[in-house]
């Protein structure tokens, strides 16, 4: 089983609104990421999270806090965005992080779409 | 960073045509995934190669890593509707925590 799952699936906020994303896995993998992407472009790491703790933040703005409650969630939490964040934003989970040929391979979840009015 | 370089960008041909995607750069990678993502989908991977030099077939994909672990191609024979899609390749280092994403080659197959 390598499944990700993102709830929910689609997801419409105004600027004022608070929302959050959620991410689930159950393969015991210790890493965990969120990635935002736009239309045809390849996805762009936000988030890294390893063994429950925040290990990189991609220089993202503070209205996306991110937080780990344990192994396997992974929530995204979103308050006073705006229109240009509108996209579709994935969770993926790896064994772990680098060190290792095979270590950080990455699955990805379907993602939420997310548009902001 | 370290980049990845993905030729071509766009790609439009009809069933039953061969292709190949390229996946370049002058760094060398400890694993090279290969991914393909519908609209609306995250990114489902397809294929890890990690030996320099290594082929995967996957039905009528093959996978290939150049033997320096720089590059890599895939190949896709008599393609379907199917097939279409984004293609990513996303390299590991063993320093890096990160993928490092080429920019994809988006897909049509018509009938």
């Known amino acids: 089983d390598t499944e990700v799952t993102q709830t929910p699936k689609h997801l419409v906020m105004g600027m004022t609104n608070k929302k959050s994303l959620k991410c689930e896995q159950h393969?015991?993998?210790?890493?965990m990421y969120w990635y935002k992407q736009k239309a045809k472009k390849p996805p762009e790491l936000m988030f890294v999270y390893s063994y429950e703790k925040l290990s990189i933040n991609e220089s993202v703005p503070s209205r996306f806090s991110p937080e780990c409650p344990n192994s396997s969630l992974l929530n995204l939490h979103l308050h006073a965005l705006q229109p240009e964040d509108s996209a579709l934003y994935l969770c993926?989970?790896?064994?772990?992080?680098?060190?290792?040929?095979?270590?950080?391979?990455?699955?990805f979840g379907a993602g939420t779409r997310l548009s902001v009015l | 960073t370290q980049l990845l370089e993905q030729s071509p960008q766009f790609l439009s041909i009809q069933e039953g045509e061969n292709l190949t995607v390229y996946c370049n750069s002058s760094s060398v990678f400890s694993s090279l995934q290969w991914y393909r993502q519908e609209p609306g989908e995250g990114p489902v991977l397809l294929v890890t190669v990690v030996t320099g030099g290594e082929v995967k077939k996957l039905k009528r994909l093959t996978f290939q890593f150049g033997d320096a672990r720089k590059d890599s191609s895939l190949h896709i024979t008599a393609a379907q509707p199917g097939d279409t899609g984004l293609y990513l390749c996303?390299?590991?280092?063993?320093?890096?925590?990160?993928?490092?994403f080429g920019k994809g080659t988006s897909l049509l197959v018509t009938p």
């Open positions: 393969m015991g993998h210790r890493a």
């Open positions: 993926a989970s790896s064994r772990g992080l680098a060190g290792g040929r095979a270590k950080n391979i990455q699955y």
């Open positions: 996303a390299g590991s280092s063993n320093s890096g925590y990160a993928l490092n």
